[in-house]
């Protein structure tokens, strides 16, 4: 710190590289998203490109529920208030997700994704969870080079202060802290996917 450096969490767990959006876009592969849903916490939206090793990573959505609600206009209010889930449905419009791609989400609230397809995300799935799941989706992310774009302002911190648990003693644990992950734990998601569609091969 005094020499004007950057402090850096001691248990940080993941070192991602920073691109511009512009050689993000240039990447010429398929897309695929990961979400975690939030409707006080962050709602978490990611758009990902797989190319030869490396991840590459984009923030779309980092707002909860709630606070996009506070931004919308009366008629757009009541237009979602017609549909179910239509928050999420106006939103992933908004944005514009490609329907014709796979979404892969937190499976914590499937009545959610049971919308999104009826709504025309015919991809959206949920995503697999095991014991054991997040440290071995963390290290996968860590095999892998991973890139965020340079306007992911948000998984940029999260990449950053993501750290692994400490018990009383100091040790530290393979568990990471639950918190910094409403867009990394969908990275985790998408990684996950492409591992079990064998798109990612993890050669040890």
């Known amino acids: 710190y005094g020499l004007g450096k950057k402090g850096e969490r001691p248990n940080r767990i993941f070192h991602f590289k920073e691109i511009d959006y512009l050689d993000f876009l240039k990447i010429d592969t398929p897309i695929y998203y990961g979400v975690d849903w939030g409707a006080v ?10 190319y ?6 984009h923030e779309l959505n980092y707002n909860s529920e709630n606070t996009i609600r506070e931004t919308l206009k009366d008629t757009e209010k009541r ?26 989400c937190d499976n914590n609230r499937p ?9 025309g ?10 014991k054991g799941s997040i440290v071995d989706g963390i290290d996968l992310l860590n095999s892998l080079d991973v890139y965020y774009t340079s306007t992911s302002e948000n998984l940029k911190y999260e990449q950053e ?4 648990k ?4 100091g040790i530290v644990l393979e568990e990471p802290e639950d918190t910094d992950n409403h867009l990394l734990d969908p990275c985790r998601y998408v990684a996950e996917y492409l591992q079990s569609e064998e798109i990612i091969k993890i050669i040890s």
């Not at 009545?111 to 709504?119: C, M, Q, W």
């Not at 202060?161 to 692994?164: G, L, T």
């Open 79 to 104: 237009q979602i208030s017609n549909h179910d889930e239509g928050l999420v449905k106006w939103l992933f419009n908004k944005i514009g997700i490609d329907n014709t791609r796979p979404i892969i």
């Open 161 to 164: 202060n993501y750290s692994r």
């Open 111 to 119: 009545s959610k994704i049971i919308a999104l397809r009826n709504a």
């Open 52 to 57: 030869d090793g490396g991840l590459y990573l």
């Open 41 to 50: 916490d962050p709602f978490g939206i990611v758009q990902i490109k797989y």
């Open 121 to 130: 995300f015919d991809y959206a799935v949920a995503c697999r969870k095991w």
């Open 166 to 169: 400490v018990d009383r003693y």
